[in-house]
């Protein structure tokens, strides 16, 4: 081997190098450029004095590693073209699902443009913050609405040690929580304020999280005597001149925040310096000082932003000493920071106070300039007028948390700084949100993927992402399914085939072998470039774990409350708004993308139940069930007019669009009934068939039907005609239609509480008032000369009980003073004899009286009598509902009859459920707005019984009533 040549290498540290050295360094311009020009001129002698066959030699040379140089290059533009097309392809093939199964660890599966977000350079017009292209338009300013002052770029050093500029800057953003801490006017406190620990006692917070509620507490400006100065109270640290006062404050903030280098208090230093020149909080306190004559005295500070015209903060005195609260001229708002002169008590900072930012992060508003605050107005996009809208805190910070054209964010800057910043003014958006909860209570009435902390490695196969959790699994050499629906993952040991190896992490050797490795995809990992974990869903444990888990909000913890953190704020037991706080977990990545209003999950398909509006129709119209037809079965509709559209034609209804697409079955079936019910049934049964199939069947084209078969509906009317004119020549018209239509809309209403209109047919001709008063009506239709004959005829023949009874309750009833009368005795002692005069006697005077049964056959032994659940509309199982009422609206006419009416005789009461009783108590108070409305009434509550039958059955009957 040729012995290597010395003076090559200037590198070595030899004198004759240094000397070379030294004299390269020493040359001028002209030096250099002289021996530039003699070195080509030696090269082109040489190239004349090579014989001509070595020339073409070395040109050829030359070609060939040109042409080689050129065919690397365009093979490997041509491999990764094809790489990308293969990619592409296997993106969108239908195959993509199992695409796991086909996964190549050489395929940049990251660089799909179904991947790639792309660069953030989509610019918001208003306030021109950089938003990557997927990103809402709004997230940043809420469209224009929101127009803050920017944060002013800090002055040096701060800003130096902020973007890396000075040399202590790495010291400085290693430890930017401590730093902060060391000028921070206010403490920092939570439920509990998270840190993961290693095994090794080791602590690595790749967040900022916290537990429970969040609070800032603020002292008086001069510590208690013999108490160290801390927080704001270190700013009035004095000492025997400038420099000794300032060597006290660095000694007690860098001892107070355990920051001992030489760096880092002249980090302090100079920072110290730079506040009290530049922050107006500061220069506030300290101007004021010498006013607050007693330790009794305070500073007031305003918590919502200054209206024009006024000083933006107060300085009073008390009325009396021992009430520090109290200030001379006015009391302090619950909001308004009070700030003793010296005391030993600690003031909750209420977070919607201006200065709630600016006393906790003075690195970052470095000037004390005011934050958020509730009454921040939102400002109109065209003029830049305020508006009468608030600015919402989630819209505040997301704003001030963008990054601009043209401006340096400071906040994003601060780095772990910045993630206690997010989770703070998180906790602060979502008590404003909580405290409208609170405040407002009546108004208010198959693969799952998670992102975990990770470890990278490399195996001795292949390059591959190893996701590692915080505990390990056990060795299993088959993967089985565990009892509870979740797998249990083969992971050999490394006797059996599996993996292990020694990863060094913060100078520990930690053996890592399969027990830790989570479940993972090698193509998610290597598509999103992060460590997923996946786990197989196989049982409905698994699914309701995961819906749990999409559904659950912020991370919670089961737990009891203890007062054990005598620091935090008392805590009220039956508050599930507190409770909710104190359990939450906030991390500054979930903090981060709530505030910017990010989607927490999604759903595919997205399936959202909608509330539908129709133009001019009343939701409960049965257009609705045609309007949903409408939506499942035509695709892509524009408009309500669009949707009513078939073939170029335009329908009126959503009925007959729906009877176009051929979506209702015909009414072939009701033409065949009523065609047949015409041959051997009365136009009574008729029409009552009629009205049922309208009630219940709901017919496509009713009003066809009517017009079908409304002769053989009108018959009987016709004949009544003819009978009354003595013409036998007299044919159907439209009057005798109508009356039939107001005949079949009385059964309407009777089965259905419905008018005709509802199911698709014409109205017919009466006065609104004859609509409402069918039941008016039925109950006014006795003949009142006939009612007083029945009396006059059956009084004389009543015996002496009977009697007796009958003038009881007809004098309640005249005097209208009410009450309940329960009538007993056995059978066949002329009960229903007495009932019937009592009825008889109220309608001889045109009154109304309602006589019900609980069964029909009871029903039909009383003059006018139907069952109680056709009078009352009593629900069908009223015997599962306690609660029940009568379905009867207070503006039908079946409550006008239960206004006006005189008595209600209720036979065969005590078979009816208790609920039957209490819900037509209810509906009664509801219909007549008193407390008790059965006491206005007069009730005869009449029981069928043989002689074994006494009164102490119905009295125990009605003592399990709330009416009893």
């Known amino acids: 081997m040729p012995r290597k040549r010395k003076g090559a290498d200037l590198s070595r540290s030899t004198s004759k190098a240094r000397k070379l050295r030294n004299s390269r360094s020493e040359r001028t311009e002209e030096q250099i450029q002289q021996q530039n020009t003699d070195a080509r001129v030696r090269m082109t002698r040489l190239h004349q004095e090579e014989p001509e066959d070595t020339r073409d030699e070395r040109n050829e040379v030359r070609r060939l590693e040109q042409r080689q140089?050129?065919?690397?290059?365009?093979?490997?533009?041509?491999?990764?073209?094809?790489?990308?097309?293969?990619?592409?392809?296997?993106?969108?093939?239908?195959?993509?699902?199992?695409?796991?199964?086909?996964?190549?660890?050489d395929i940049e599966y990251y660089a799909h443009s179904k991947v790639v977000i792309g660069a953030m350079d989509k610019e918001c017009p208003h306030c021109h913050a950089l938003k990557f292209k997927n990103e809402p338009a709004g997230m940043c300013c809420a469209s224009g609405k929101v127009q803050l002052p920017e944060i002013e770029t800090p002055p040096e050093p701060l800003n130096g040690l902020l973007i890396g500029t000075d040399p202590d800057s790495n010291v400085f953003l290693k430890s930017i929580l401590r730093f902060n801490s060391c000028f921070q006017m206010t403490s920092f406190g939570a439920t509990e304020i998270v840190r993961n620990t290693n095994a090794n006692g080791q602590q690595f917070n790749s967040t900022f999280k916290i537990r429970g509620q969040v609070y800032h507490k603020m002292g008086s400006l001069l510590p208690m005597p013999n108490e160290p100065h801390k927080f704001l109270q270190i700013y009035f640290m004095g000492g025997e001149d400038s420099g000794s006062a300032l060597a006290n404050r660095v000694n007690a903030r860098c001892n107070y925040n355990n920051l001992d280098s030489l760096y880092a208090r002249r980090i302090v230093s100079e920072l110290d310096a730079l506040l009290n020149e530049h922050n107006e909080l500061l220069k506030i306190f300290k101007s004021h000082m010498h006013q607050l004559q007693s330790d009794n005295h305070a500073i007031v500070i305003n918590p919502d932003k200054t209206p024009a015209g006024e000083h933006i903060r107060r300085f009073n005195a008390p009325v009396v000493d021992d009430v520090a609260g109290i200030m001379v001229g006015d009391c302090t708002a619950a909001r308004e920071i009070v700030i003793r002169r010296r005391n030993n008590n600690l003031q909750f900072i209420a977070?919607?106070?201006?200065?709630?930012?600016?006393?906790?992060?003075?690195?970052?508003?470095?000037?004390?300039?005011?934050?958020?605050?509730?009454?921040?107005?939102?400002?109109?996009?065209?003029?830049g007028a305020e508006t009468n809208k608030n600015v919402s805190s989630k819209d505040y910070y997301a704003y001030r948390l963008m990054i601009r054209r043209g401006l340096d964010n400071v906040i994003l800057r601060c780095r772990e700084l910045c993630q206690q910043f997010m989770v703070d003014m998180y906790a602060k958006i979502e008590s404003e949100r909580l405290r409208y909860l609170r405040y407002n209570q009546q108004s208010c009435a198959r693969k799952s993927t998670f992102i975990c902390e990770t470890l990278s490695t490399t195996t001795p196969t292949s390059p591959k992402l190893v996701t590692m959790s915080f505990y390990h699994h056990h060795f299993t050499n088959d993967t089985v399914t565990n009892v509870d629906g979740y797998p249990i993952y083969r992971r050999r040991n490394?006797?059996?085939?599996?993996?292990?190896?020694?990863?060094?992490?913060?100078?520990?050797?930690?053996?890592?072998?399969?027990?830790?490795?989570?479940?993972?995809?090698?193509l998610l990992s290597k598509t999103y470039n992060a460590h997923i974990n996946v786990e197989f869903c196989s049982s409905v444990k698994s699914i309701k774990y995961i819906c749990k888990y999409v559904h659950k909000g912020s991370d919670m913890a089961v737990f009891r409350v203890e007062n054990t953190n005598v620091n935090a704020p008392p805590v009220n037991k039956n508050d599930e708004i507190t409770l909710y706080q104190i359990g939450r977990y906030i991390s500054s990545n979930e903090a981060a993308w709530r505030i910017f209003g990010f989607p927490i999950h999604e759903r595919d398909p997205a399936v959202v139940q909608l509330a539908i509006h129709l133009e001019n129709v009343n939701p409960r119209h049965t257009e609705c069930f045609y309007l949903r037809l409408l939506l499942v079965n035509v695709t892509g509709p524009l408009s309500f007019q669009d949707?009513?559209?078939?073939?170029?034609?335009?329908?009126?209804?959503?009925?007959?669009?729906?009877?176009?697409?051929?979506?209702?079955?015909?009414?072939?079936?009701?033409?065949?009934?009523?065609?047949?019910?015409a041959l051997n049934c009365t136009a009574i049964q008729i029409r009552l068939l009629f009205a049922i199939v309208l009630t219940t069947c709901f017919p496509a084209r009713a009003q066809i039907l009517w017009e079908n078969h409304k002769d053989s509906m009108t018959d009987d009317i016709l004949h009544q005609h003819r009978i009354r004119c003595h013409d036998l020549t007299i044919t159907f018209s439209d009057e005798m239609y109508n009356e039939a239509l107001i005949a079949i809309e009385d059964l309407c209403i009777v089965i259905a509480n419905l008018p005709l209109s509802n199911f698709g047919m014409n109205s017919p001709n009466r006065t609104a008032s004859d609509l409402m008063n069918t039941e008016m009506n039925r109950e006014l239709q006795y003949s009142t000369v006939e009612m007083a004959a029945i009396v006059a005829r059956n009084v004389p023949l009543m015996n002496e009980e009977q009697r007796t009874i009958y003038d009881r309750i007809m004098l309640a009833v005249s005097a209208g003073q009410g009450g309940f009368f329960f009538l007993d005795a056995p059978g066949g002692t002329g009960k229903t004899f007495v009932i019937s005069l009592i009825l008889a006697e109220i309608r001889s005077n045109n009154g109304i009286a309602l006589a019900v049964a609980s069964s029909g056959i009871a029903a039909t032994l009383l003059d006018g009598g139907r069952t109680a659940h056709s009078v009352f509309k009593l629900p069908l199982n009223i015997q599962n509902n306690p609660d029940a009422v009568c379905n009867i609206k207070k503006q039908s006419s079946m409550a006008t009859v239960l206004k006006r009416c005189k008595l209600i005789i209720w036979d065969e009461c005590t078979m009816a459920h208790k609920h039957s009783l209490e819900a037509l108590n209810r509906t009664l108070k509801d219909i007549k707005t008193v407390t008790n409305y059965l006491a206005e009434l007069c009730w005869s509550f009449q029981v069928i019984s043989d002689k074994h039958f006494q009164s102490f059955h119905v009295q125990h009957t009605l003592m399990r009533s709330t009416l009893a």
């Open 69 to 105: 140089s050129r065919r690397f290059t365009v093979n490997r533009r041509r491999t990764n073209d094809q790489q990308r097309q293969q990619v592409h392809r296997a993106f969108i093939s239908d195959s993509f699902l199992r695409l796991a199964f086909q996964y190549e660890p």
């Open 494 to 522: 490394p006797e059996n085939g599996g993996q292990s190896f020694i990863k060094n992490i913060i100078n520990t050797d930690i053996d890592i072998d399969n027990r830790w490795v989570v479940p993972y995809s090698p």
């Open 351 to 383: 977070d919607t106070h201006r200065s709630y930012d600016a006393l906790q992060y003075p690195l970052i508003f470095w000037k004390g300039q005011d934050g958020y605050c509730i009454n921040i107005k939102q400002r109109d996009t065209v003029s």
């Open 643 to 677: 949707i009513r559209k078939v073939n170029g034609q335009q329908y009126p209804t959503y009925k007959d669009a729906c009877l176009a697409l051929g979506l209702l079955e015909d009414d072939n079936q009701w033409e065949c009934m009523l065609a047949e019910a």
